[in-house]
């Protein structure tokens, strides 16, 4: 029998009580948020998730406003349950990627990559939609919230991709209790349900969840980028390495394989160049940068496992096997609640 079987009405009463705001803010079932993954996050999953009662999040990532267009209706063509679109604030046409998205009827946009501008906040929210920001600080996140945010995404170093440099149980600490007058959703290294109840407790609205939908049956990504997080264990999602301090790299938590080992190597060699004159500092860091260009891809939709990206948080070894989005969903959201049923009834 499954915890969701075994558990008692008033647990699952209990849950809906501590995900209500981010589900009323959402307009979902569940007060669970699809982490954008660029190549990933595209509409069969993000469908998939907000059929399921989460919240799907298209990540619009490098697209240009035409093809951005089109993953929005082709979502919407698979689903007619909310859903929104992660931005990067440092697309050169973030104004023509929100004007795709008001006039689409997108009701959420979700600014990351960045602190984003007045005028793209002020825009979507003239425009109807709902804006989501991510506060790597406490600081920051009442700046965001004075900016017009209308919810907080808190996300710890354990998560995949970018990173900061705090882990979530720490910035939960710092924001949770002092911001309470917006919605915020924790991020970074959540695999079971049971953690997100503890962030519930603790004041979140919601979690935010990516390295677990990688291995949903209806995401996309190429067998073999799946089996790669199937394997892999959370010790094994690592930060890249930077060799120097002259030339700056930005960390990206991914599975280690062959690529990163020779992402070290091209530093070594390319700092070597730039210190014989071979390089000036410029085109240095620039080699550096463009090493894994279009790596993401390659492991998502070719399969390249050995020499592309594969980006993943630390939960990637809670990933077992590959299952349908309501079924992970349903997990989570079991696992929640049986550890609220245990709770109360040895308070009984």
């Not at 900061?164 to 600490?173: H, I, K, R, W």
């Amino acid at each position: 029998m499954s915890e969701a079987a075994a558990t008692p009405d008033r647990a699952f009463a209990e849950l809906d009580r501590l995900m209500a705001r981010g589900a009323a803010f959402f307009g979902t079932r569940y007060a669970i948020m699809g982490g954008a993954m660029s190549w990933v996050s595209e509409r069969h999953l993000v469908a998939a998730l907000s059929n399921a009662g989460a919240f799907g999040v298209i990540a619009c990532g490098a697209m240009e406003p035409p093809r951005l267009a089109e993953e929005i209706a082709g979502t919407q063509a698979l689903t007619d349950r909310p859903f929104g679109v992660n931005l990067i604030t440092m697309h050169p046409r973030l104004d023509q990627l929100v004007d795709v998205c008001l006039a689409a009827g997108v009701g959420h946009i979700v600014f990351a990559g960045g602190i984003p501008p007045g005028s793209a906040i002020k825009k979507a929210k003239d425009g109807g939609a709902k804006v989501v920001c991510f506060a790597p600080a406490l600081v920051l996140a009442k700046r965001l919230i004075r900016s017009g945010a209308d919810a907080l995404v808190i996300e710890g170093s354990e998560a995949g991709g970018h990173i900061g440099p705090v882990s979530l149980n720490v910035l939960a600490q710092e924001i949770l209790p002092h911001v309470t007058d917006v919605p915020v959703f924790v991020a970074g290294g959540i695999g079971r349900g049971e953690a997100i109840l503890s962030y519930l407790e603790m004041g979140a609205a919601g979690a935010q969840i990516g390295t677990r939908f990688v291995c949903a049956t209806e995401c996309i990504a190429h067998p073999a980028f799946k089996k790669a997080f199937i394997r892999g264990q959370a010790r094994d999602a690592i930060p890249t390495v930077q060799l120097d301090e002259t030339f700056p790299v930005i960390p990206v938590r991914a599975l280690q394989n062959a690529g990163t080992k020779r992402f070290l190597e091209h530093q070594a060699e390319t700092i070597r160049r730039f210190r014989a004159g071979e390089l000036d500092k410029e085109a240095a860091q620039l080699d550096i940068e463009h090493f894994w260009a279009g790596a993401l891809r390659r492991a998502v939709i070719d399969g390249d496992v050995e020499n592309g990206s594969l980006m993943a948080g630390q939960s990637v070894g809670m990933v077992t096997r590959e299952q349908p989005a309501a079924e992970i969903i349903a997990e989570l959201v079991g696992q929640a609640a049986a550890a609220i049923a245990a709770r109360q009834q040895s308070a009984a």
